[in-house]
């Protein structure tokens, strides 16, 4: 009996194997997207009753990707709503699922959490409002006109950080606030920001 003999059922067991093997992947993929479909549920289904399931499920949505859980405009009252939550993991879910709807509409709402203690919270706050520089430093300029000294002096550093000259006279106007803190923050911030030969800067003098 010589090799030849053998050629036709190994050939056969090669090809079943490579079919059975194809079908295994199959299966495992069809499992893949099945959980996949079951585990990308809306915010708005996700147990949120107490504060130990508040808490659980924020924990799931941060350890799964962007768009795990969908979200959409008619989620932002909720999810300002648990922005407000007293639980650090719940705020930072809540701006993390706002990062994902693309309106401006709810940024008002959301700049105390550049305040947040937790700076998971901060952090995030700071990075939605940065990714929409326009709308973020329209906010802004109303911010430094305000009366919120701590959120004035957070604002400062931002400006300086996307280094926005269009902000200089606002700043400016700061330098005769009743508060030494923003009067020197507003110094400083105008010190990085201007350039030696902005007019606005010998206006001032």
Do not use: W
């Not at 130990?52 to 969908?70: C, H, K, V």
């Not at 550049?114 to 919270?121: E, K, T």
């Not at 959120?151 to 700061?174: F, G, M, P, T």
């Amino acid at each position: 009996m010589n090799l030849y003999t053998f050629s036709i059922p190994l050939t056969m067991f090669k090809d079943r194997g490579s079919f059975y093997l194809m079908m295994l992947k199959k299966f495992f993929v069809s499992i893949l997207l099945i959980i996949l479909f079951f585990s990308c549920t809306t915010v708005q289904k996700l147990p949120m009753s107490t504060a130990e399931e508040r808490n659980a499920s924020a924990l799931r949505i941060l350890e799964n990707p962007p768009g795990t859980f969908p979200v959409s405009q008619s989620d932002i009252p909720l999810l300002l709503e648990y922005s407000r939550d007293d639980n650090p993991a719940v705020r930072q879910m809540a701006v993390y699922q706002l990062l994902q709807i693309d309106t401006a509409s709810f940024f008002p709402d959301i700049l105390p959490l550049l305040l947040d203690r937790d700076l998971s919270v901060s952090r995030n706050t700071e990075e939605l409002l940065l990714n929409n520089r326009k709308e973020a430093l329209s906010l802004f300029a109303d911010v430094l006109k305000g009366d919120n000294t701590e959120l004035k002096l957070v604002v400062l550093d931002l400006l300086v950080k996307v280094h926005d000259s269009e902000s200089l006279r606002d700043i400016i106007e700061l330098f005769s606030d009743e508060n030494e803190l923003i009067v020197d923050k507003a110094i400083s911030a105008a010190s990085k920001i201007a350039h030696v030969n902005d007019k606005i800067l010998y206006e001032t003098l």
